[in-house]
Each structure stands twice: as C-alpha cells, then as structure tokens.
C-alpha cells in the first residue's frame, strides 16, 4: 500500500516561476511571456499551457531550457513537436517576430494520451503528425492559423480531450511524489522519496520510467540543480548551497551544473549581478 503523499489543492494556482529557464529574456522588451490554467477536464493531465511572443528581434535570440521531467507539446511555425523528457540542456533560437505555443503535461500526465511507457519518448522529438495522424496534423494548422493567443490555447485544449484520457491514479501518484521532489529540497536521494511514497525503490524506478520516462534519481537531482540554479543567480555561496542540496562537494556540484546550464556558477551568478 502507498503511502499518502501531500497533493495541491484543487484548483491550484498556475506556477508562474521561470524555474528552468536560464537567464530569461533578459532585458528584453520584445517578449511577452504568460501561462493559462487548464481547464478542469484537463487538470488532471496538464500543468499549464505557456505561450511566448516575440516581435522585431534585432538579432537571432537563443534560450537555454534545463528541462523539467515532463512531457511538451510545443507549437510554432519552426516545428510541432510533442518532446519527451531531455536529459540535458537544450536551446531554442527565435528571429524576427513569432510566436510559440506549448503545453506542459504534468509528471505522468502523458500516459493516457500515448498508452505505452512514456519512457518510449525520453530523448525524443515526434511530430505531432506522426503520433496522431490527421487530427493532430490538422490542429497544428489551425493553432498557426489562429491570432488570438487564448484562442489558441481553446484549440489545443479541444483536440486534447477529443483523445479522450481516462484518469489513472497511479499517474496521479507519481505526480504528486515528483511534486514533493521539486518542491521538498530535503529530499536528496531516492531512499528518501521511496520512503515517503510507502513504495520500494525498485517499484518506484520502474513506476517514473513508465509514466514519468526517467528515473526518480535523474528527477530528484535535476530539481536540485533548478534550486541551485536560482540560488546561485541570486548570490549564494557555493559551497554552502553544494552541501544543503545533497552534493558530494563543490565540485560536484559545478559539474552538474556546467553539463546542464551550459555555464559553471561563477559565470551563471554574473548574469544575475548585470539583471
């Protein structure tokens, strides 16, 4: 038997921290970043939908995501793309004027949608197209078609519940244990979150490859490094925040944090002290 795992409200609020996103737009007045709720048909599958626009870039723009464990659904002229879960760090460079629309999909929350181990889809970018033929094919269109942002966002949530998910609660489960991951920053080690959960380790490695697509010890560590990320950007010692996250050394923790960043600390934290 599970333990009980602490869940957010009904009706919790959209997140609204760039957690991930390194250095985002920074000084520039060109984007216009905001999320939407899901609706509540939706809640259960989907974390929020986000919608960046840009306009008049004076020169190409790169982003650098450290990438959650979820599963995107990612809409622009560029590509339509339903990405698995990244295991590194990876970037997308934006020119002129566009606008990108994606949905996140909670912790698991793709496995009614693909009915297979989501795991399949880890590393991976698949064309909308391609995994739901001419409906996906034809939503696409439209959402490029469509000006209006919210809009927008109605259509993708159509075509979501035209597949029809059917709740699964072990899904939900393990929502709400990678939850208790990101949001518990004592929590360092799969023991610790297996012991929470009521479940083995073994069980729960083979429940985040099914629903989650990772393991439980690439999720617990990628939160930390989020959690590094932004303490570091704002001035924390280095290594007084290596020992509170669970890392070896300091060392340990700048090579992390270098392979999914794309830069040590030391340089992340100037880009904070210039903001």
């Known amino acids: 038997m599970a333990a009980m795992v602490p869940r957010p ?23 216009d970043f905001s999320r939407q709720a899901p609706p509540q048909e939706l809640s259960p599958f989907v974390e929020h939908f986000w919608v960046v626009t840009y306009t008049d870039l004076a020169e190409p723009y790169e982003q650098r995501i450290v990438s959650h464990p979820t599963v995107n659904m990612t809409i622009t002229h560029d590509f339509h793309q ?45 064309e909308i197209g391609r995994l739901y033929g001419p409906a996906g094919t034809t939503t696409v269109r439209r959402v490029l078609a469509e000006p209006d942002p919210r809009a927008a966002v109605s259509l ?8 029809a ?20 920053v004592t929590i360092t080690r799969v023991d610790q979150l297996a012991a929470l959960s009521g479940r083995s380790m073994r069980t729960l490695q083979r429940l985040f490859q099914d629903y989650v697509g990772i393991g439980p010890k690439w999720v ?26 669970g890392y070896t050394d300091q060392a340990h923790l700048t090579r992390d944090f270098t392979a999914a960043v794309g ?13």
């Open 9 to 31: 409200p009904e009706g919790r609020l959209v997140e609204t921290r760039q957690r991930g996103w390194v250095n985002p737009y920074a000084g520039l007045s060109a984007f």
């Open 82 to 126: 339903i990405a698995g879960v990244i295991r590194g760090g990876f970037s997308y460079t934006m020119h002129g004027s566009g606008r990108v629309i994606g949905t996140r999909f909670r912790p698991g929350g793709f496995r009614p949608f693909l009915g297979r181990p989501v795991s399949e889809l880890t590393g991976h970018f698949t």
């Open 156 to 163: 993708i949530e159509r075509f979501l519940l035209s597949l």
């Open 165 to 184: 998910p059917e709740r699964d609660p072990v899904a939900e489960e393990v929502a709400d244990l990678v939850g208790l991951a990101e949001n518990d």
């Open 220 to 245: 617990i560590r990628r939160f930390r490094l989020h959690e590094a990320a932004e303490r570091v950007y704002q001035g924390l010692d280095l290594a007084t925040l290596a020992a509170e996250l």
């Open 263 to 275: 830069m040590p600390p030391a340089a992340y934290a100037r880009l904070g002290n210039r903001s």
